[in-house]
C-alpha cells in the first residue's frame, strides 16, 4: 500500500518525551515526496530542542494565540493537494497514513482521520490502560486492532482536532481552519469519513499544544455521566458538550439498547458497569474513571448551553472546591421554569453521597461542598417531561430508591421528604398526606418547609382544599418561604378553577427573588405555565400565545408540543409559529420536544427550521430520526439533503422502505426511488418484501406511480408480472 503526496502538517506539544516519541513514529510512515513542517509554539523552546539534526522536516517558529493560526501556518508552507494536520503528542499504528489518505480516491471525500484515543466525536476510541504503558505495547495493541477493524470507512457528521487528513481545496473554499476544524462547512463540500483500521493514540497531556490560546492554566475538565437506555437523547446530550469538556467518562449501568454504541461514537470512554439501587455510589464509579482536575455532573436528559470560554475563564477563577449551575426543569411535573442551583462541577475529591437526591460531598471530611454559581453554563434538565418520566419509569424507580433511602439513614427528616415527594409523583396522594401530617411537627428548617410544600401539593391533588389553605398558612410563618407559599398559592387556585386570582398572584410574583436557604431560584417564569393556562381559561388567547412565543424566542418550551399547538391554534396562529420564533441556539432542545409526541406531524415544523438554519446538524438529525413517518415526498427531499451532508447512511427512504407502520404500497414506492436516484442497494430486499404484499388489485396502480417516480425499476420489475 502507498499514497499520493501529502504534506503534513504538526504541531510541537505534549513533553519533550511525548513529542520526541511522536516524530520517531512518524518518520517511517513517510512516501518519498511527502513533506513534513513542524509549527513550535513560542512558549515551548525546550520542545524545539528535539528538533535538533531533523533534516528530514522544516521548522516553523510561530507566534499564534491558538491552534487555528499554527494550522493556517503550516498549510502557508506546504503544496500539496492533501494535508494530515497532526498534535504533536500522538503515537500511531503502522501504515496508519496509507490508510488515511486512501479514501481522498474517492473525489467527494474532503476530510478523513483514523480512530483516535482521546479525540472528540465518531473518531474517538477507547483504549485499555496496558495499551498506552508504553510505545511497544501500543503498536502491539495497534496490531490487534488493525485485525479486528477491517471495515470500510464510515461516513460520519463531524471528525476530531487530533489527527486528520483534510483536501486542501475544500479547506480554503470554507475559509481555512479554525481550532476544532470547521466541520459543519466541510460537510457541505463532500464527505467526512473516519477510517476503522487506522489508529493513533493521543497522549493529551496538560502541556497539549491543543489546550494552548487560553489565557492563564487551564483546567482539565471531565464530564462525568451514569447512564442506562439512552438511546433517545444521549447523541444530543453529547455533542452539547463539546467545548465544555475535555474528555467524557460514560458509566453505563446496563444498557440494553445502543447506548454504548452511541457515547463511544461520540468520543466518550465508555465503563460497561452495573447499578445496585443507589445513585452516589453509581456516579462515584463514574467519577473514579476520570482523570480531570475539575469533574462536570451531566445526565443524559440534559442538554448543557452557554458559552464553553466563559465557563472555562470562570472556572480559572474559582479557588474553592465546587462551583454551582443553573440546572432549568423544561416541561412536565409543575416543575417547568423551575430552576436549580445545584452543585455540578466540582474538584476531583469530590464525592457523592445518597441513594437518591444525592449529594456531592468532600471525600475526605464528608462535609458537603458549596461553591457560588459559575457564569457561562446552564443544564435544560428534560428528565420530568410526562413522556419520558413514563417511559423510563422514573416514578416507580424514585420510590423504591426513596424507601431503602430512609431505611439507610433510619429515617431522617431529610430521607422522609423525599419518600413524601416521591409518593406524590406516583400519584399515591393519600399516603403522602399522611406522611407529611406525621413528619411535619417534628421536623424543623428545610425539612419542616418540604413537609409543609408536598402536602399542599397532595391534599391540592386530593381536592382537600381546606387542608391545602391551613398548610399554605403554617408555611407562610416559616422565614424564607414566603414566596414558595405564594407559588403554591398560585397552583391552588388554578387547581380550583379561579383563574383571576390564580393570574393575580402571578403577575404579583417578583421576576426574579431570593429564597433563603433554599437552592430553588424562585421567579415568575417557574409559573409561567399557570400564567399562559390562566390566560387562556380566561380567553385571552392571543394573550396567552403572545406570552408563549416569548418564552420560546427565549428558547423556553413550557408545554410539551401538542399543548404549545393548541394553544397557538386557539390564538389564530399556525402551529409553524414555533419553528418561525425559535432562536438556533434552542433548536436541539425544541427537537427534544417534539420528539416527546408520539406520531406527531413533524413535517411543517422541520421545513421552517431548515428555510432557517439550512445545514443544521440537528435539524438532520432528527429529519433522519423521524423519517419513517415523512410522508414519500417530504421523504426523498430529505434524503437528498441527507446525502447532500454526507449523511446517506440515515437516508429517510431506505427508513420508510422498512418501517411496518408504512403500507406496502408506501415501502414500495420508497425503495423503488431510492434505487433509481441513488442507486442504495440497501432498498432492494425491502422492496422485495414490499412486492409480495401487493395485491393484485393494487397492482397495476402501483406501476403506475412508480413510472412516474422510478421508472427505470418500474421497467425492470414490470415484465414479472407485478
Given at each position: 500500500?502507498?499514497?499520493?503526496p501529502?504534506s503534513?502538517?504538526?504541531?510541537a506539544?505534549g513533553?519533550?518525551?511525548?513529542f520526541?516519541?511522536?516524530?520517531?513514529?512518524?518518520?517511517?510512515?513517510l512516501?518519498?515526496?511527502?513533506?513534513?513542517?513542524?509549527?513550535?509554539?513560542h512558549?515551548?523552546?525546550?520542545?524545539?530542542?528535539?528538533?535538533?539534526?531533523q533534516s528530514?522536516?522544516?521548522?516553523l517558529d510561530?507566534d499564534?494565540?491558538?491552534?487555528?493560526g499554527?494550522w493556517?501556518?503550516?498549510l502557508?508552507?506546504?503544496?500539496?493537494?492533501?494535508?494530515?494536520l497532526?498534535?504533536?503528542d500522538?503515537?500511531?499504528?503502522a501504515?496508519?497514513?496509507?490508510r488515511?489518505?486512501?479514501?481522498?480516491?474517492?473525489?467527494?471525500?474532503?476530510?478523513a482521520g483514523p480512530?483516535c484515543?482521546?479525540s472528540?466525536?465518531?473518531q474517538?476510541?477507547s483504549?485499555?490502560?496496558h495499551?498506552?504503558?508504553s510505545p511497544?505495547s501500543?503498536?502491539?495493541y495497534?496490531r490487534?486492532w488493525?485485525?479486528?477493524?477491517?471495515e470500510?470507512p464510515?461516513?460520519?457528521d463531524?471528525?476530531?482536532?487530533?489527527?486528520v487528513?483534510v483536501r486542501?481545496a475544500?479547506?480554503?473554499?470554507?475559509?481555512?481552519?479554525?481550532?476544532?476544524?470547521?466541520?459543519?462547512?466541510?460537510?457541505a463540500?463532500?464527505r467526512?469519513v473516519?477510517v476503522?483500521?487506522?489508529l493513533v493514540a493521543?497522549v493529551?497531556?496538560?502541556r497539549?499544544a491543543?489546550?494552548?490560546g487560553?489565557?492563564?492554566?487551564r483546567?482539565?475538565?471531565?464530564?462525568s455521566m451514569?447512564v442506562?437506555?439512552?438511546e433517545d437523547?444521549?447523541a444530543d446530550c453529547l455533542?452539547?458538550?463539546?467545548g465544555?469538556?475535555?474528555?467524557?467518562?460514560?458509566?453505563?449501568t446496563?444498557?440494553t439498547?445502543?447506548?454504548?454504541?452511541?457515547a463511544?461514537?461520540?468520543g466518550?470512554?465508555?465503563?460497561?458497569g452495573?447499578?445496585n439501587?443507589?445513585?452516589?455510589?453509581?456516579?462515584?464509579?463514574?467519577?473514579?474513571?476520570?482523570?480531570g482536575?475539575?469533574i462536570?455532573?451531566v445526565?443524559a436528559?440534559?442538554?448543557?448551553?452557554?458559552?464553553?470560554?466563559?465557563?472555562?475563564?470562570a472556572?480559572?477563577?474559582?479557588?474553592?472546591?465546587?462551583?454551582?449551575v443553573l440546572?432549568q426543569?423544561?416541561?412536565?411535573?409543575g416543575?417547568?421554569?423551575?430552576?436549580?442551583?445545584?452543585?455540578?462541577l466540582?474538584?476531583?475529591?469530590?464525592?457523592?453521597y445518597?441513594r437518591?437526591h444525592e449529594?456531592?460531598?468532600d471525600?475526605?471530611?464528608?462535609e458537603?461542598?458549596t461553591?457560588?454559581?459559575l457564569p457561562g453554563?446552564?443544564l435544560?434538565?428534560?428528565g420530568?417531561?410526562?413522556?419520558?418520566?413514563?417511559v423510563?419509569?422514573?416514578?416507580?424507580?424514585?420510590?423504591h430508591?426513596?424507601?431503602?433511602?430512609?431505611?439507610d439513614?433510619d429515617?431522617?427528616?431529610?430521607?422522609v421528604?423525599?419518600?413524601?415527594?416521591?409518593?406524590?409523583f406516583a400519584?399515591r396522594?393519600e399516603?403522602?398526606?399522611?406522611v407529611c401530617q406525621?413528619?411535619?411537627a417534628?421536623?424543623?428548617?428545610s425539612a419542616?418547609?418540604?413537609f409543609?410544600?408536598?402536602?399542599v401539593?397532595?391534599a391540592?391533588?386530593l381536592?382537600r382544599?381546606d387542608?391545602?389553605?391551613?398548610?399554605l398558612?403554617?408555611?407562610?410563618?416559616?422565614d424564607?418561604a414566603a414566596?414558595?407559599a405564594?407559588?403554591?398559592?398560585a397552583?391552588?387556585?388554578?387547581?380550583?378553577?379561579?383563574?383571576?386570582a390564580?393570574?393575580a398572584?402571578v403577575?404579583?410574583?417578583?421576576?426574579?427573588?431570593p429564597t433563603?436557604?433554599a437552592?430553588q431560584v424562585?421567579?415568575?417564569?417557574q409559573l409561567v405555565?399557570?400564567?399562559i393556562?390562566s390566560?387562556?381559561k380566561?380567553?385571552?388567547?392571543?394573550?396567552?400565545?403572545?406570552?408563549?412565543c416569548?418564552?420560546?424566542e427565549?428558547?423556553e418550551?413550557?408545554f410539551?408540543m401538542a399543548e404549545?399547538?393548541?394553544?397557538?391554534?386557539?390564538a389564530?396562529r399556525?402551529a409553524t409559529?414555533?419553528?418561525?420564533?425559535?432562536p438556533?441556539?434552542?433548536?436541539?432542545e425544541?427537537?427534544?420536544?417534539?420528539a416527546?409526541?408520539p406520531?406527531a406531524?413533524f413535517?411543517?415544523l422541520?421545513?421552517?427550521l431548515w428555510?432557517r438554519?439550512?445545514g443544521d446538524?440537528a435539524v438532520l438529525?432528527?429529519a433522519?430520526?423521524?423519517?419513517a413517518?415523512l410522508p414519500?415526498i417530504r421523504s426523498?427531499?430529505?434524503a437528498?439533503?441527507l446525502?447532500?451532508h454526507g449523511?446517506?447512511d440515515?437516508?429517510?427512504l431506505v427508513?420508510l422502505?422498512?418501517?411496518?407502520?408504512?403500507t406496502?404500497?408506501?415501502r414500495?414506492?420508497?425503495?423503488a426511488?431510492?434505487?433509481?436516484?441513488?442507486g442504495?442497494d440497501?432498498a432492494m430486499?425491502?422492496?422485495?418484501r414490499a412486492?409480495?404484499?401487493i395485491s393484485d388489485?393494487?397492482?397495476?396502480g402501483?406501476?403506475?406511480?412508480?413510472?412516474?417516480l422510478?421508472?427505470?425499476?418500474a421497467?425492470?420489475?414490470?415484465?414479472?408480472?407485478?
Amino acid at each position: 500500500m502507498s499514497h499520493p503526496p501529502v504534506s503534513v502538517i504538526v504541531t510541537a506539544s505534549g513533553s519533550p518525551a511525548d513529542f520526541s516519541a511522536c516524530l520517531d513514529w512518524l518518520r517511517p510512515e513517510l512516501g518519498p515526496q511527502d513533506e513534513v513542517v513542524c509549527v513550535v509554539p513560542h512558549d515551548r523552546p525546550q520542545l524545539r530542542r528535539e528538533l535538533t539534526g531533523q533534516s528530514w522536516l522544516r521548522i516553523l517558529d510561530d507566534d499564534s494565540a491558538d491552534q487555528a493560526g499554527r494550522w493556517s501556518a503550516g498549510l502557508a508552507a506546504t503544496r500539496h493537494p492533501i494535508a494530515v494536520l497532526l498534535d504533536g503528542d500522538v503515537l500511531g499504528s503502522a501504515r496508519w497514513l496509507d490508510r488515511v489518505v486512501q479514501p481522498f480516491a474517492d473525489p467527494q471525500v474532503v476530510a478523513a482521520g483514523p480512530r483516535c484515543h482521546r479525540s472528540y466525536g465518531p473518531q474517538g476510541a477507547s483504549l485499555p490502560d496496558h495499551a498506552l504503558a508504553s510505545p511497544a505495547s501500543f503498536r502491539e495493541y495497534a496490531r490487534e486492532w488493525r485485525d479486528e477493524h477491517r471495515e470500510e470507512p464510515t461516513a460520519v457528521d463531524r471528525l476530531g482536532p487530533v489527527c486528520v487528513a483534510v483536501r486542501r481545496a475544500a479547506l480554503d473554499q470554507v475559509g481555512g481552519p479554525t481550532a476544532d476544524l470547521p466541520y459543519e462547512q466541510l460537510r457541505a463540500a463532500g464527505r467526512l469519513v473516519v477510517v476503522h483500521s487506522a489508529l493513533v493514540a493521543h497522549v493529551g497531556t496538560g502541556r497539549c499544544a491543543l489546550r494552548s490560546g487560553v489565557p492563564g492554566p487551564r483546567p482539565l475538565v471531565s464530564a462525568s455521566m451514569i447512564v442506562k437506555n439512552e438511546e433517545d437523547m444521549l447523541a444530543d446530550c453529547l455533542t452539547a458538550l463539546r467545548g465544555f469538556v475535555d474528555e467524557i467518562v460514560v458509566y453505563d449501568t446496563g444498557s440494553t439498547d445502543r447506548t454504548v454504541d452511541i457515547a463511544r461514537e461520540h468520543g466518550a470512554r465508555v465503563v460497561e458497569g452495573y447499578w445496585n439501587d443507589h445513585f452516589a455510589e453509581a456516579r462515584n464509579r463514574s467519577i473514579a474513571h476520570c482523570r480531570g482536575e475539575w469533574i462536570f455532573v451531566v445526565d443524559a436528559d440534559e442538554i448543557v448551553t452557554g458559552d464553553p470560554a466563559s465557563m472555562r475563564s470562570a472556572l480559572d477563577q474559582v479557588t474553592g472546591p465546587a462551583a454551582e449551575v443553573l440546572v432549568q426543569c423544561v416541561e412536565g411535573h409543575g416543575l417547568e421554569g423551575r430552576g436549580v442551583l445545584s452543585i455540578r462541577l466540582f474538584r476531583a475529591d469530590g464525592r457523592y453521597y445518597g441513594r437518591l437526591h444525592e449529594q456531592v460531598v468532600d471525600r475526605v471530611t464528608g462535609e458537603p461542598l458549596t461553591g457560588s454559581l459559575l457564569p457561562g453554563v446552564e443544564l435544560a434538565h428534560f428528565g420530568y417531561t410526562e413522556l419520558r418520566f413514563a417511559v423510563k419509569d422514573k416514578v416507580a424507580r424514585n420510590l423504591h430508591l426513596a424507601e431503602l433511602a430512609v431505611e439507610d439513614e433510619d429515617g431522617s427528616h431529610d430521607a422522609v421528604a423525599n419518600l413524601a415527594r416521591s409518593l406524590v409523583f406516583a400519584g399515591r396522594l393519600e399516603e403522602a398526606v399522611a406522611v407529611c401530617q406525621r413528619e411535619r411537627a417534628q421536623a424543623r428548617g428545610s425539612a419542616r418547609q418540604t413537609f409543609l410544600e408536598v402536602l399542599v401539593q397532595a391534599a391540592a391533588g386530593l381536592r382537600r382544599f381546606d387542608l391545602a389553605e391551613e398548610a399554605l398558612a403554617e408555611l407562610r410563618t416559616i422565614d424564607g418561604a414566603a414566596l414558595s407559599a405564594q407559588e403554591l398559592d398560585a397552583r391552588l387556585r388554578y387547581t380550583q378553577g379561579d383563574y383571576a386570582a390564580a393570574l393575580a398572584l402571578v403577575e404579583a410574583f417578583p421576576r426574579t427573588a431570593p429564597t433563603g436557604q433554599a437552592v430553588q431560584v424562585l421567579s415568575r417564569g417557574q409559573l409561567v405555565r399557570v400564567e399562559i393556562m390562566s390566560l387562556h381559561k380566561l380567553g385571552r388567547h392571543e394573550d396567552a400565545a403572545r406570552l408563549l412565543c416569548e418564552c420560546i424566542e427565549r428558547g423556553e418550551f413550557p408545554f410539551g408540543m401538542a399543548e404549545m399547538t393548541a394553544l397557538l391554534v386557539a390564538a389564530g396562529r399556525p402551529a409553524t409559529t414555533i419553528a418561525a420564533v425559535v432562536p438556533h441556539r434552542s433548536v436541539r432542545e425544541l427537537l427534544l420536544v417534539a420528539a416527546q409526541v408520539p406520531g406527531a406531524a413533524f413535517d411543517d415544523l422541520l421545513e421552517v427550521l431548515w428555510s432557517r438554519y439550512p445545514g443544521d446538524p440537528a435539524v438532520l438529525a432528527f429529519a433522519a430520526r423521524v423519517g419513517a413517518h415523512l410522508p414519500l415526498i417530504r421523504s426523498l427531499d430529505w434524503a437528498a439533503r441527507l446525502r447532500q451532508h454526507g449523511f446517506a447512511d440515515s437516508c429517510t427512504l431506505v427508513a420508510l422502505s422498512g418501517a411496518a407502520q408504512r403500507t406496502p404500497r408506501e415501502r414500495a414506492l420508497a425503495a423503488a426511488i431510492a434505487l433509481e436516484m441513488f442507486g442504495d442497494d440497501r432498498a432492494m430486499p425491502p422492496l422485495e418484501r414490499a412486492l409480495a404484499e401487493i395485491s393484485d388489485e393494487e397492482a397495476p396502480g402501483l406501476l403506475d406511480e412508480m413510472r412516474q417516480l422510478a421508472p427505470g425499476i418500474a421497467a425492470a420489475i414490470e415484465p414479472a408480472g407485478v
